[in-house]
C-alpha cells in the first residue's frame, strides 16, 4: 500500500467529500478491530511496506495473540518474532515495478492522519490510461496499485468499509502503541489534578479566612 511520492493530500477537496470522504472514527482500544487490521496489513500490505518502528512480539504481546498465531498469521518471511517488521521486496525491484521504494508505514497515521488514510484506500477507481489500471481520488497519479480490489470485490460497501478502517486501526496502533495506556493514566491524571485543585481551592479558602 502507500506507494507515493509527495503523500497524500492534506484535506479533502470538494469533489472527494461529495464522493462519500469519511472520517475514520478508528478505536485502537477495539482489540478485536485491531487483530483483524493486523491480519488484513500483514496479508495485502506486507508485502510492499515495511513497519520497522515495532517488532512482531511487540505486536503479538499488545493484541494477545499466541506464538503459533503470530507464526501462522503475521509472519511471512525470514523473520524472527524480535525481529522489526520487514519486508522481502528488495530495493531494485520495488524502483523497477513502481519507480520508487515503497515507504515504510510505521508513522502514516501520525504524519498523514487516519482519516486520509482510510478514504485512500476506500477511493481507488478503474483508470485504464495508468499504468497500474487504476487511480485515487484522494492521490491522483498514484503508483500503488488497488491491492485490495478482490476484497471490495467480494464485499459490500458496509464490510469493505470496516476491512479498511481495521487496517487503519492497526496502522494508528502501531503508529503510538502505547496510547491506549496513555489515554487511561491521563484520565487518572486530570481526576487527580481536580481533587488537588478542590483541595488547594478550600485550604486557600480557609488560609484567608483566618487572615480576615
Known sequence: MFVVSSGLVVGASEGNKEDNFLAAKNDVSDLNSLQRGARN???????????????????????????????????????????????????ADSSRWFGKTPPDLSLITRSRGEDQVYNFLRMFYEDLNSPTGTDNKILPGTSMPNVLWLVQEQSNEKEFDQFTLDIVNFLDYVSEPNQSER?????????????????????????WKEVH
Open 183 to 207: 489515554k487511561r493514566i491521563g484520565i487518572w491524571v486530570i481526576l487527580f489534578l481536580l481533587i488537588f485543585l478542590a483541595f488547594s481551592y478550600g485550604l486557600y479558602k480557609d488560609i
Open 41 to 91: 496489513f500483514f496479508n495485502y500490505c506486507a508485502g510492499c511496506h515495511s513497519l520497522k518502528f515495532i517488532r512482531y512480539n511487540q505486536i503479538a504481546q499488545d493484541l494477545a495473540l499466541d506464538e503459533s498465531q503470530l507464526i501462522q498469521n503475521l509472519i511471512f518471511t525470514q523473520a524472527k518474532a524480535e525481529d522489526p517488521v520487514t519486508t522481502n521486496m528488495l530495493p
